[in-house]
Every structure is written in structure tokens, then in C-alpha cells.
């Protein structure tokens, strides 16, 4: 498999006094998404209950949690995994014929960010028209939107983090984007 290199490696890190926020990207063993066809909901959220060793699949616009990593149901039978275990890939394309589900791996087309601190959901509100409010977007709450044209999907991981996903070919210009947006704010970009 090719190497993996960060988008933002060379970014420089920077250090805002009284940062209220960190701008960092994470680097998981695996990204990937299945989607089921529409005869085939009920046997592939059976294959992805199994798989990850979860109790139910999420449903759509929320995140669950197993071993090594998350999903997030972006649709109906249609999910986004973030894993440790690279492996993770071949275990699901053997799982799945192509008469069940597309299995595609986005290792090498997506980057991770992760925004977090006390002003985490107040800088992506001056980025994006959704209410973060924790009692409307609480923790496990996924959606997909966009941020200065950019597609995103926005993952609530605490009262004071989130995972913005991205394409690797925009999250250059996204996290520039991000920290420019929150100089007022006081955001700091962790390497």
C-alpha cells in the first residue's frame, strides 16, 4: 500500500496566547465508506454490526463508537468509518459481495481535522448556519455540510470537540480557513 503522508505536514504549528481553541489533524489507520443498495439494508447493517462488534448500526446524522474507532450513518445504509485498524478495508470488501454494498476506501482522499476547546462550537458557528448549541448538537451528532464552499462532514465528539472530515485536496485551505476565522477567537494549530 502507498504511504500516507499528511496534508498539513507542513503547516507550521502555531501558538496563540490564550488560544481558546486547537486546530490538529488526526491520522487514523483507516477511512472508509459502505453503502448499501436499497434491497440490501437490513443484511449489510447485520455485516457492520457484526464487523465492528456494535450493538445497532446509528442512525442517519449520528455517530456511534466501537473498539478502534467511529461510524457516522450519513444516509440510509450508508456509512463513514474512521478506524485504527487499517485491515479493517479488506475485512469489509470480503464481507460484502458487490450485489450487497460498495466498500470505498477513503485512506488516501480524506483528512481528518479535529477542532477542540471551550470555543470550538462557536467558531464553527461563524462558519457554518447549523445551531452547535450542545442541547441541539449534542455529542454523536453527525452533518454534512459545507464550509467556505468546502464539503465537510462534522462530527460532535464532546461538549468541546469535534472531527471535521474533508477532501485531503481542500484541507489545506479548510484549516487556513479555520484559523483565520477564529484570530478572534484564539485559535492555535497543533502539529
Not at 29 to 48: F, K
Not at 104 to 115: M, Q, W
Not at 136 to 141: G, I, L, N, T
Amino acid at each position: 500500500m502507498a504511504e500516507r503522508r499528511s496534508a498539513l505536514a507542513h503547516l507550521p504549528a502555531s501558538v496563540a496566547d490564550g488560544a481558546r481553541a486547537g486546530l490538529s489533524e488526526v491520522r487514523p489507520g483507516a477511512i472508509l465508506q459502505i453503502q448499501a443498495w436499497p434491497g440490501t439494508l437490513a443484511s449489510v447493517d447485520a455485516v457492520v454490526t457484526q464487523t465492528l462488534r456494535i450493538d445497532d448500526p446509528p442512525k442517519t446524522g449520528r455517530a456511534a463508537w466501537f473498539h478502534n474507532g467511529s461510524i457516522c450513518a450519513i444516509g440510509a445504509g450508508r456509512y463513514v468509518i474512521s478506524t485504527t485498524d487499517a485491515d479493517i478495508i479488506a475485512s469489509f470488501r470480503t464481507a460484502f459481495s458487490s450485489q450487497d454494498a460498495a466498500v470505498t476506501d477513503f485512506s488516501h482522499g480524506r483528512t481528518i481535522l479535529r477542532l477542540e476547546g471551550e470555543a470550538a462550537a462557536e467558531l464553527l458557528s461563524r462558519c457554518v448556519a447549523l445551531d452547535f448549541d450542545v442541547s441541539v448538537f449534542p455529542a454523536d451528532r453527525v452533518a454534512e455540510t459545507a464550509i467556505h464552499h468546502v464539503d465537510v462532514l462534522i462530527h460532535r465528539l464532546t461538549n468541546r470537540s469535534f472531527e471535521i472530515w474533508t477532501p485531503r485536496s481542500f484541507s489545506e485551505s479548510l484549516a487556513e480557513w479555520l484559523i483565520d476565522c477564529g484570530l478572534e477567537i484564539g485559535v492555535a494549530f497543533r502539529k
